[in-house]
């Protein structure tokens, strides 16, 4: 019985280094769980099975039975000992793969460089990571994108913005070479995303999609809200654009007039005001520049000029992984 609790132990144990420690779903963690199950399901069914049959058998053979049986149950209650030795040494072995590999992991250059752009709507942020995508030859994801995906899934099935849920399965299931700015880029998409961009789970959905995508050769470069901070910590290059709201509520009224729309110029700047107050102030990844960030101020700059700051800042990334 101690046997079986202490590899009942040593298995959830083993279950929590390999979640968190380790990251890994289910490794070794299954295949001893189900060693564990069946030696627990023998030893019931063997010692069941005698004691039953010792009600119908002559005596003599009862006692060779019990003799046997005796050696059996020894033998399958030695396996929970097996157990515990195979995972004392897993876990040895996993905790020195977890130290070893978070060292390697600091010390090796990624293969590929990444640039980091924040800040608020309007800002200048997304045409300035176009442009730098289009001269580096790099991918480009605006991760706005993804988070309106969610929000246009839940506006086109009626269901409420709050619904977690909903929300989280649809950012799971998002497919990022599906975004469609002409489609997403509508205004009441844009304030629904960022509702539930205050939702946890549908941020690590998110997340954890826009990290795969930072990842791909020979360059990725990701503009959002919290790229430098939570989605790419490592990148080489962090930018944060900031514009004062006036000037960047003046850009969109100046989109949506040229777009031949009609538009509020004090509305506008309410609505800016009111989104920069929930990304900001919002308690899961709020919108703020990474310590490492270089701050570019575009209100009185045009693209080019910003363009010229931020190439000069890649081209020394650059040079220092190839010193
Ligand atoms: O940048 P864009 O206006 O398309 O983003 C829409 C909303 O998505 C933002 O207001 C913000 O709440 C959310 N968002 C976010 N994190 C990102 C990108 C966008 O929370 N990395």
Redesign the pocket.
């Known amino acids: 019985m101690y046997f079986l609790l202490a590899s009942f132990a040593i298995l959830v144990i083993l279950y929590a280094i390999e979640r968190i420690g380790l990251r890994v779903r289910f490794g070794l963690f299954a295949l001893l769980f189900w060693l564990f199950l069946f030696q627990f399901a023998m030893i019931l069914a063997v010692d069941t099975l005698l004691q039953n049959l010792s009600a119908y058998l002559p005596v003599w053979l009862d006692s060779i039975m019990t003799t046997l049986g005796g050696f059996l149950l020894v033998t399958l209650g030695i396996t929970p000992l097996i157990t515990v030795v195979l995972a004392a040494a897993y876990l040895l072995f996993a905790l020195w793969q977890w130290f070893f590999d978070r060292d390697a992991e600091v010390r090796a250059t990624p293969p590929q460089l990444v640039i980091a752009i924040?800040g608020p709507?309007a800002s200048g942020k997304?045409t300035l990571a176009r442009r730098i995508a289009a001269a580096y030859g790099y991918h480009h994801l605006?991760?706005?994108?993804?988070?309106?995906a969610v929000a246009k899934c839940l506006l086109d099935q009626g269901a409420p913005l709050d619904d977690e849920f909903l929300a989280e399965k649809a950012a799971r299931s998002l497919d990022l070479s599906k975004l469609d700015r002409s489609v997403l880029s509508a205004h009441d998409v844009?304030e629904a995303?960022?509702k539930i961009?205050v939702m946890p789970a549908v941020?690590r959905a998110l997340v954890a999609a826009?990290q795969g995508f930072a990842a791909t050769p020979p360059g990725a470069v990701l503009d959002?809200?919290?790229?430098g901070t939570v989605?790419c910590p490592d990148a080489q290059v962090k930018l944060y654009i900031t514009a004062s709201a006036e000037a960047r509520a003046q850009r969109r009224f100046d989109e949506v007039r040229s777009a031949g729309g009609s538009a509020d110029f004090d509305e506008m700047l309410a609505d800016l005001k009111r989104?920069d107050d929930?990304?900001m102030n919002r308690t899961d990844?709020p919108?703020k520049p990474a310590a490492d960030a270089h701050l570019i101020d575009t209100t009185e700059m045009d693209i080019e000029t910003a363009f010229l700051n931020a190439k000069s800042l890649i081209d020394q990334a650059l040079a220092r992984r190839t010193n």
Do not use: H
């Open positions: 924040d709507a997304g605006d991760t706005g994108l993804t988070y309106r844009g995303a960022s961009a941020r826009q959002g809200r919290d790229i989605v989104r929930r990304d990844s919108l």
